[in-house]
């Protein structure tokens, strides 16, 4: 079995530039079309999400505000303090900055994307 991911936003030509300087996501492919059938499909990881663009008259509909998605995006990665300082530099929304849990053990951050979803880093040790 194997899952991806599926992300409305409101521009999928944009968005695919952004989380490429975001989270260093490999660009697949993407379409350029001046419809709202736009799509880009990118891996992290093993990973794949493909990032759509909002089409109401398909119930594709992009978060509002943050936190009205119901869905939370998890990455694990080996250095979450240079994906959190990239996070800030490309204008990522903290909601939690990095914290140490040494029961766990784990380091974690939350923030949200431009495109109000939200994504928590995690660094097990």
């Known amino acids: 079995m194997r899952v991806e991911v599926n992300m409305v936003v ?19 492919s993407k379409t350029d079309e001046t419809t709202e059938m736009n799509e880009t499909i990118m891996k992290l990881g093993d990973t794949e999400i493909r990032v ?4 109401k008259e398909y119930g594709l509909i992009a ?4 936190g009205t998605g119901s869905l939370w995006l998890n990455l694990i990665v080996d250095d979450i303090e240079m994906y959190f300082d990239n996070v800030v530099r490309e204008g990522g929304k903290v909601i ?13 951050a939350v923030f949200s994307d431009k495109y109000n979803h939200v994504w928590v880093i995690n660094q097990k040790y």
């Open 52 to 55: 759509l663009n909002e089409n």
């Open 96 to 108: 939690s900055p990095i914290q140490d849990f040494p029961e766990i053990p784990a380091k974690n």
């Open 63 to 66: 978060p509002a505000e943050v």
């Open 10 to 28: 409101s521009n999928a030509k944009q968005a695919s530039e952004y989380y490429d300087k975001l989270l260093k996501a490999e660009i697949m």
